[in-house]
């Protein structure tokens, strides 16, 4: 496609359920980002990829949130356990090898509402 | 770490007036800074980069920054606001840190364009 997707777009779910965020990059971007907005907050990081290997997980919030990528195209997004503070929209992001100069382009996020 | 400091809440202008809206960032050694826009229900949409060279950058509907070593900032700027540019603004600069090149956000501001 021509730009970010991720998928589903909105999702409710139940406090101490799963959920998986799926995020489809720009075909051919090795870098892959996962941000989190939270109401009336910035962005905060969780993870970035370079092809399939995640050099940096510092940003994820506890041991409740995982990530993958493969193919290095592809990347999923778990949450176990949900809790109601985990209700944010997510951000995937992809950018061109992931260099300094490069932008990175953003896909329209999944709204996770926790209840 | 390198980061960016949006001071504003929300930027009020009128209709055709000038729009600035301020950022500062704090680097060690080069800096690559971003601004990015946000539409209601959307994803970020990227606008402009500062990579090197010229100080005044042009990008997307009309934006243009300016790049300011010695005041460290880098001001998003439009000649004459339009109502469809109300929408939240985000500055960001790459972090270099840990190798993974991500892009530190702002908390960003509100601009609220009045008709």
């Known amino acids: 496609g021509a730009g970010v997707s991720q998928s589903p777009s909105n999702k409710v779910t139940e406090k101490g359920k799963d959920v998986e965020l799926r995020c489809d990059p720009i075909?051919?971007?090795?870098?892959l980002y996962w941000y989190r907005q939270s109401l009336g907050q910035g962005l905060e990081f969780l993870i970035y990829?370079?092809?399939?290997?995640?050099?940096?997980k510092s940003g994820l919030p506890s041991d409740r949130f995982s990530a993958e990528r493969t193919g290095g195209s592809v990347s999923t997004l778990t949450i176990q356990r949900t809790q109601q503070e985990d209700s944010a929209v997510y951000l995937c992001?992809?950018?061109?090898?992931?260099?300094?100069?490069?932008?990175?382009?953003f896909g329209q996020g999944t709204r996770l509402t926790v209840v | 770490a390198q980061s960016v400091a949006q001071p504003e809440d929300q930027v009020n202008v009128a209709e055709g007036n000038p729009l600035t809206v301020k950022c500062t960032y704090s680097?060690?050694?080069?800096?690559?800074l971003f601004w990015y826009v946000q539409y209601p229900n959307r994803g970020l949409q990227f606008l402009l980069k500062?990579?090197?060279?010229?100080?005044l950058v042009k990008g997307s509907y009309g934006f243009e920054a300016e790049f300011n070593k010695s005041q460290t900032s880098f001001h998003l700027k439009k000649p004459s606001a339009l109502v469809s540019d109300s929408a939240l603004y985000f500055c960001?600069?790459?972090?270099?840190?840990?190798?993974?090149?991500?892009?530190?956000f702002g908390k960003g501001n509100q601009v609220v364009v009045i008709p």
């Open positions: 680097v060690s050694g080069n800096p690559y």
């Open positions: 992001a992809s950018s061109l090898r992931g260099g300094v100069n490069t932008e990175a382009f």
């Open positions: 500062y990579i090197t060279g010229d100080n």
């Open positions: 075909s051919g971007h090795t870098a």
């Open positions: 960001a600069v790459r972090d270099m840190a840990r190798g993974n090149n991500r892009l530190a």
């Open positions: 990829f370079q092809g399939n290997s995640a050099p940096d």
